[in-house]
Every structure is written in structure tokens, then in C-alpha cells.
């Protein structure tokens, strides 16, 4: 088996500050996401990476950016907080388009 | 682009009763799923189910791709399976994007 970690689990931000989130996977699997979820709404997909250096647009991208510098691990940067902003990031692996497994999630507070 | 309509959006059984969650989809299927999304927001997956039938002690998962639907039944609920169902597939192109639903909220009461 294996096991993906977020961090931060909490995230406390200042409108307009660029804000960082991590996730690392040990499973080796080559595809990561990350995906946004607000209260009442389905998850939506952000970022995908099929492979390390490699970065897809999904439907929400607008406002992030995303990096995969490793196979282990892909991060998803918040360019620039909006005030009153609360929302959960998941990040997820898989191998190439089969079953992904998910992270705990980083709750994200701007005040 | 493709959606996915969850019913019911909320469910009370009583304890032992049977469940069944649909799930339709707006176009044909590559892959799709069943997770379990606990209070803290984390997710489980319960089934990677593109086709056909799958079980798992009281989960039974059947997808039919022709009717572009996915069902989630399950048995005997228990107090424990509260909580949140979502269902969410990847069209027939292109790597697993999945698209989620909005989720079945489940309480099992004593």
C-alpha cells in the first residue's frame, strides 16, 4: 500500500498573499492532481501531471500555478488569495488513468 | 462539458435498512468511481467500477455503460456508513479528469 500526505493540514491566509500547497505520494505513481472543493459544490480538477516536469490545465486553473519537480510530489501555489476565500484542496495519484487515491486535504482560510 | 447528477442528494434510513445511490452521466465513460468522503473531508474509494458489477462485503457497486449510470447499493446500513457519497467519472479521452458529483449525505439512525 501506500500513502499521500498534504501539507499544511490548516491554511491561514492574507488577501493578495501567494500562498504554497504540498503533496507527496509514495505509491510511484507517474499521474498527480489536485482539486478544489467548495462547500455545495462537486470537487474540480485544477492541476493534472502525467509524468515528473509535466503540467496539464484543468477547469479551474485560473489563479493557481502548479509545479512537479519530482515523481514523488506536485505542488499548487495560490497566486493571489481572495478575501473571505474558504476551500479544501485534494490532491490525488494514479496510475495513468486508473483508480487515484486521495490525500487528507489542506483547508485554506483567507481573511 | 460532462456532468454528473447524484440522486438522492439525502438519504435517513434506519439502521439495517437497504440504500441505493444512482448516479447518471451526461456522456460515455472511460472510468469512474465511488468514494466515501469522511466528516474531516478526506476521501475513500470505495470502488474503481467502469463496467459491470463489483462487491465488497455489504457495497455493491454496477455500472452500465450503455445508460450512462453507476449505482451504489448498500445492505444492512450501519450508523457507521453516515456520511457523504460521491460518484465521479473521466469521459472516453484523454487521462482520468474526473468530474465529480455533488454527493449523496447519508445518516443511518438507531
Known amino acids: 500500500g501506500g500513502i499521500i500526505t498534504q501539507t499544511p493540514k490548516f491554511l491561514i491566509g492574507q488577501e493578495g498573499q501567494k500562498l504554497t500547497l504540498k503533496c507527496q505520494q509514495n505509491?510511484?505513481?507517474?499521474?498527480m492532481y489536485w482539486y478544489r472543493q467548495d462547500s455545495g459544490k462537486g470537487l474540480r480538477l485544477i492541476y493534472y501531471s502525467i509524468t515528473e516536469n509535466d503540467l496539464q490545465k484543468g477547469d479551474l486553473s485560473e489563479g493557481y500555478d502548479a509545479s512537479r519537480e519530482k515523481k514523488s510530489s506536485f505542488s499548487l501555489t495560490v497566486t493571489s488569495a481572495q478575501k473571505n476565500e474558504m476551500a479544501v484542496f485534494l490532491c490525488?495519484?494514479?496510475?495513468?488513468?486508473?483508480?487515484?487515491?486521495f490525500g487528507p486535504g489542506t483547508r485554506l482560510t483567507v481573511l | 462539458g460532462q456532468q454528473v447528477q447524484q440522486s438522492p442528494a439525502s438519504l435517513v434510513l434506519q439502521e439495517g435498512e437497504n440504500a441505493e445511490l444512482q448516479c447518471n452521466f451526461s456522456t460515455s465513460l472511460n472510468s469512474m468511481q465511488w468514494f466515501y468522503q469522511r466528516p474531516e473531508g478526506s476521501l475513500v474509494s470505495l470502488f474503481y467500477?467502469?463496467?459491470g458489477t463489483k462487491q465488497s462485503g455489504r457495497l455493491t457497486s454496477t455500472t452500465v455503460i450503455k445508460e450512462r449510470r453507476s449505482s451504489l447499493h448498500i445492505s444492512s446500513s450501519q450508523i457507521t456508513d453516515s456520511g457523504t457519497y460521491l460518484c465521479?467519472?473521466?469521459?472516453?479521452?484523454?487521462?482520468?479528469?474526473?468530474?465529480f458529483g455533488k454527493g449523496t449525505v447519508l445518516l443511518v439512525s438507531p
Open positions: 467500477n467502469p463496467s
Open positions: 505509491f510511484n505513481h507517474d499521474t
Open positions: 490525488a495519484s494514479s496510475i495513468r488513468f486508473y483508480e487515484q487515491y
Open positions: 465521479a467519472m473521466a469521459p472516453d479521452s484523454g487521462y482520468n479528469k474526473l468530474t
